[in-house]
């Protein structure tokens, strides 16, 4: 094991952030009557000081290196096992030892440092020129220590991971979720050319059959905007944490959502609604958004309600909120599915259609979310499944300020939206 100067700092670094160790080293040196205490990085070649308690000025300072095998640490991280040392030049076994004589030391302890994971950091050593006694008790809490310092190098090793980890996932998000939104954004200059090209022949052709064609070409196009929009949204929102909302005082929140109702009317002359749209005050809100969850409620009631059977969709004031209704007959949503029904991506199983990308709902509640509301679903055989949307009137919410990230999105895509969408009501 060679490590790098970068893997060096780092391991400095490391002891540096225990804040415990100068206390130990100073709790070593008092105890043994040593003066000098260290924790060292110890590698196949290199003795790196990392933390030092210095009280006979040897000059060894954090970062300071020694050739290993200067060092007794060598034969201690190839027994990995404590050495100890009282009286060196009385000692049989190291009297004659080339590193007490080189550095002049008689006393001497140094206890390997190893992580959980088994690799051998270093050792945690102290030594002085004066022989010391040192009884098992100071070996055993220079073993302690040593297995403290690893546990806490081990949690940050832990930690370091983690946030890495956290780093990647983040990124790895944010990265999807702009690719989906210039994806979006790419898509919207052939679509409004096939949008354009639709109507046009709309216009010129005679032939019933060839006109039939090109209203598929338009109504298609329209269907491939709403799911570009959904897609953007969901990318907007991911990025910014949620769909910004732009508030003001609605006077006619009727007219809105009667606009809305009456274009699926128009779209779908053979759906029936049954509505009644009662708001008698203002209503602070973002009324676009509003409609985009009427036009999203009511849009997934007709597609997986009971053929045939009428759709009810109501808004009325209760209290200090704003009630948004919208219900349907047909089979129930399982209960094992109601919590996820507005999840990203979430369609209903039971439905046999499964068309749009499963955003609707999604986006609804985070609409909803925006204006500090609350959305829930029931649904039963019996009763029919509802969606409610609840609006508080009072108060203002304070939204938070879109990401970088977000403003430049909006800021690329926006001129093609309006175009389309410009389009689109124009020859509506």
Same mark, same amino acid.
């Given at each position: ?24 080293? @100073? ?78 030391? *008689? ?43 690893? @546990? ?16 990647? *996932? ?64 969901? @990318? ?64 997934? @009631? ?127």
């Amino acid at each position: 094991m060679n490590d790098s100067p970068e893997d060096i700092r780092r391991a400095i670094a490391a002891i540096g952030r225990i804040d415990a160790v100068p206390t130990l080293l @100073a709790v070593l040196c008092e105890v043994t009557g040593m003066r000098f205490a260290v924790v060292a990085r110890v590698t196949d070649t290199n003795w790196t000081a990392c933390a030092v308690q210095d009280d006979i000025h040897l000059g060894v300072k954090p970062g300071g290196e020694l050739a290993v095998h200067t060092t007794l640490c060598i034969e201690s991280r190839a027994t990995r096992s404590p050495i100890v040392i009282e009286h060196a030049s009385a000692d049989p076994n190291y009297r004659t030892h080339h590193v007490p004589k080189l550095y002049k030391i *008689e006393s001497y302890v140094s206890v390997p440092i190893i992580l959980a994971d088994g690799c051998y950091f270093g050792n945690l050593c102290a030594l002085d020129p004066s022989p010391a006694k040192i009884p098992p008790r100071i070996v055993a809490m220079f073993t302690r220590f040593a297995t403290l310092i690893a @546990a806490q190098l081990d949690s940050q090793l832990v930690q370091e991971r983690e946030h890495a980890a956290l780093l990647d *996932e983040r990124a790895a998000g944010e990265l999807r979720e702009q690719f989906i939104a210039i994806l979006g954004h790419d898509l919207r200059n052939p679509l409004q050319a096939i949008y354009a090209g639709g109507e046009l022949l709309e216009r010129k052709l005679k032939d019933p059959a060839l006109l039939t064609i090109a209203g598929h070409i338009r109504a298609n196009a329209r269907r491939m905007s709403s799911l570009i929009d959904d897609v953007l949204d969901f @990318a907007r929102g991911r990025l910014g944490g949620g769909i910004g909302v732009a508030l003001t005082e609605v006077g006619n929140v009727n007219l809105g959502l009667t606009t809305v109702i009456q274009e699926f009317l128009d779209a779908q002359p053979g759906c029936k609604i049954i509505s009644n749209i009662n708001v008698n005050r203002s209503v602070r809100c973002d009324l676009g958004r509003l409609q985009q969850v009427a036009s999203n409620l009511l849009g997934n @009631a007709l597609t997986h309600g009971l053929a045939c059977s009428p759709v009810k969709i109501t808004a009325t004031v209760e209290d200090n909120d704003l009630v948004l209704e919208v219900w349907n007959a047909g089979e129930p949503i399982p209960p094992e599915s109601i919590d996820k029904i507005f999840e990203p991506f979430w369609r209903h199983s039971i439905s046999a259609s499964r068309d749009g990308l499963g955003l609707g709902l999604h986006i609804c509640s985070q609409i909803v979310r925006a204006h500090e509301g609350r959305i829930s679903v029931t649904s039963t055989k019996e009763h029919g499944t509802q969606f409610t949307a609840r609006l508080p009137l009072l108060g203002a919410p304070q939204m938070p300020q879109p990401s970088l990230a977000v403003r430049a999105l909006n800021r690329e895509l926006h001129p093609h939206q309006s175009a389309l969408n410009a389009a689109i009501s124009v020859s509506s």
